[in-house]
């Protein structure tokens, strides 16, 4: 069975890739296309694509970004329910909006660490991830640490990770 598609990639001027493991190459994606758990995907350099994930939320990619789409988040406690959409924040940045009117969530990963972040209405959160690699370190052994920070720019955002619930607002 195919994966599931979780997301449209909306095309205006902008260029985002697609890894293919069968070819090892990145693949440019054509306007309109369907993307599907599991793909690992990387907005060029000064491009700002925006993909739509199948609950409602924009994401536009800040060039030199790269996530992958997933579906596997875990559900976190005081959540209505799991997210069905998530994204792993490889690294860069990220402007994350909720055009319903009513709640949305999204799950995020970022390193270790799983949060599901809910929407209330038309709300838009900022992220950005870097690596850190500590000084002296063999960055083909040692794994570098994912570092984000996340912005509430309009609307209420809930964030729920492990057993913390923190209500958000600009």
Request: aromatic share 6%; charged share 15%; hydrophobic share 45%.
């Amino acid at each position: 069975a195919s994966p599931p598609q979780l997301a449209t990639y909306l095309a205006s001027n902008d260029l985002l890739l697609r890894y293919e493991p069968s070819q090892n190459d990145w693949i440019r994606l054509i306007p309109r296309a369907k993307l599907f758990t599991g793909d690992l995907l990387l907005a060029a350099p000064a491009y700002h694509p925006t993909i739509a994930l199948a609950n409602g939320i924009q994401v536009e990619l800040d060039g030199g970004t790269r996530v992958t789409l997933i579906d596997d988040m875990a559900p976190q406690p005081g959540a209505a329910a799991a997210a069905q959409t998530g994204l792993e924040i490889v690294y860069g940045r990220a402007i994350i909006d909720s055009t319903m009117l009513g709640t949305a969530s999204l799950g995020l990963r970022f390193g270790d660490a799983e949060v599901l972040v809910q929407f209330d209405g038309v709300s838009t959160l900022a992220i950005e991830a870097h690596r850190n690699l500590p000084p002296g370190a063999d960055p083909l052994t040692a794994p570098a640490a994912v570092t984000a920070e996340f912005y509430a720019i309009s609307g209420r955002l809930q964030w729920l990770q492990e057993d913390r619930s923190l209500d958000i607002t600009p």
